[in-house]
């Protein structure tokens, strides 16, 4: 069995864009390799692109920390991300530019997230 085939998982995550004015996507698939608590990943994401990260998985009692940078939005090629995680629900501030202004909007993002891994849910992957 190779390193992919142990660190790789697959996420679907539904969110809800609090104190944001744009329209956004709200459901997320996402696949993610983690190994020894750092992170590489792709997913759908809130502006209907493809994003990549490289990050670091902080894990405290019932709660997980993610950090790192991500591509994919159109605010900046690269910009840094942070999601707090406890059991499938997750919060992350974000922010918004409107465009034809110069308004920008902070907010944050709830969601809830679904793994499916070899195993669980009766999903399994062939060899």
């Given at each position: 069995?190779g390193v992919l085939?142990?660190?790789?998982?697959?996420?679907?995550?539904?969110?809800?864009?609090?104190?944001?004015?744009?329209?956004?996507?709200?459901?997320?698939?996402?696949?993610?390799?983690?190994?020894?608590?750092?992170?590489?990943?792709?997913?759908?994401?809130?502006?209907?692109?493809?994003?990549?990260?490289?990050?670091?998985?902080?894990?405290?009692?019932?709660w997980i920390i993610?950090?790192?940078?991500?591509?994919?939005?159109?605010?900046?090629?690269?910009?840094?991300?942070?999601?707090?995680?406890?059991?499938?629900?997750?919060?992350?501030?974000?922010?918004?530019?409107?465009?034809?202004?110069?308004?920008?909007?902070?907010?944050?993002?709830?969601?809830?997230?679904?793994?499916?891994?070899?195993?669980?849910?009766?999903?399994?992957?062939?060899?």
């Amino acid at each position: 069995m190779g390193v992919l085939d142990t660190c790789l998982s697959l996420y679907l995550s539904l969110s809800i864009h609090t104190g944001m004015v744009g329209d956004y996507n709200n459901l997320h698939p996402h696949v993610q390799c983690e190994i020894a608590g750092y992170t590489t990943g792709i997913y759908y994401n809130s502006e209907s692109e493809l994003s990549f990260y490289l990050g670091k998985q902080w894990r405290k009692k019932d709660w997980i920390i993610d950090t790192g940078l991500v591509t994919g939005y159109e605010a900046g090629t690269i910009q840094p991300m942070i999601r707090f995680k406890r059991k499938r629900w997750y919060f992350a501030p974000t922010y918004e530019i409107i465009k034809y202004s110069s308004r920008t909007n902070i907010g944050f993002i709830v969601g809830y997230e679904v793994e499916f891994r070899k195993g669980a849910f009766g999903l399994i992957f062939s060899d």
